[in-house]
């Protein structure tokens, strides 16, 4: 059974810092993407970044572009996302989500990923 588990959340003033972690157990296939989404209450999910296990290729959606960092230890399975100069629309749940390699390179959507973790609370206040 794949079990994706999100850690990491928490309250945090606005410009601080926080990092979230995925830990992935349970899948068997080879090359994998690891994608990070958040929805804030009344909003759209919203793809935030991901990255590719075969080449650490990175992705960002352009809100988070120069403040958010995504890494991938493979050896442990697991996704780090650090979170740097936090504002407070950053306020979300934040979700990882474990899909097949992508062929096209870039952000890739939800409908691309076939298991999700139960989400972690980021609460930025101003």
């Not at 972690?21 to 080879?30: D, E, H, N």
């Not at 990070?36 to 352009?62: H, L, M």
């Amino acid at each position: 059974e794949v079990q994706l588990v999100e850690s990491g959340g928490g309250l945090v003033q606005a410009g601080g810092s926080l990092k979230l972690s995925c830990a992935a157990s349970g899948f068997t296939f080879g090359d994998y993407v690891i994608g990070w989404f958040r929805q804030a209450p009344g909003k759209e999910r919203e793809a935030v970044s991901c990255i590719n296990s075969s080449d650490d290729r990175t992705y960002y959606a352009d809100s988070v572009k120069g403040r958010f960092t995504i890494s991938s230890d493979n050896a442990k399975n697991t996704v780090n996302l650090q979170m740097n100069s936090l504002k407070p629309e950053d306020t979300a749940v934040y979700y990882c989500a474990l899909g097949p390699a992508a062929v096209v390179p870039g952000l890739l959507s939800g409908t691309w990923y076939g298991y999700w973790g139960q989400g972690t609370q980021v609460t930025v206040s101003s």
